[in-house]
């Protein structure tokens, strides 16, 4: 059919000394957007990949893997709002920020309210 088809490397892992080598073996094969779980990875981890994919040319998309444990709670909750602030400031350029229906459903005004902060 000819439609392009996309795919974003996870270089999430358990130190960053293997997030950069994955992220180094996605640049390699000509991966233009390298993804990282940022809750599960942590901040620092997503900084020091920021860097690396900033330095050589490729887009750091965010997954929001775990976000329901903290932002879903009424009690102790960080709101996901906060969370992708968060995500920006430590060098996100781009997130899964869900949708108003399916697997990932969110209320309308909320999910806009995500895509509208991150602009």
């Known amino acids: 059919t000819g ?6 490397l996870n270089a999430t892992a358990g130190t960053c000394e ?14 233009p957007i390298v993804m990282h779980d ?5 901040f620092t981890a997503n900084t ?14 965010i997954h ?3 976000h329901a444990v903290i932002d879903r709670q009424k009690n102790h909750g ?3 709002r906060v ?5 920006r400031m430590s060098g996100g350029d781009h997130i899964h920020s869900g949708t108003v229906v399916g697997k ?5 005004d909320i999910t806009l309210g995500f895509v509208d902060l991150l602009r």
């Open 78 to 80: 960080i709101h996901f």
């Open 3 to 8: 439609e392009i088809k996309g795919h974003y």
């Open 38 to 42: 940022y809750l599960t990875g942590g």
């Open 48 to 61: 020091s990949l920021a860097h690396y994919c900033r330095d050589n040319g490729l887009l750091l998309h």
């Open 83 to 87: 969370l992708a602030k968060a995500l």
């Open 64 to 66: 929001r893997a775990m």
């Open 104 to 108: 990932l459903e969110g209320e309308r």
């Open 18 to 31: 293997e997030m950069i080598k994955r992220a180094v073996f996605a640049r390699e094969l000509g991966v």
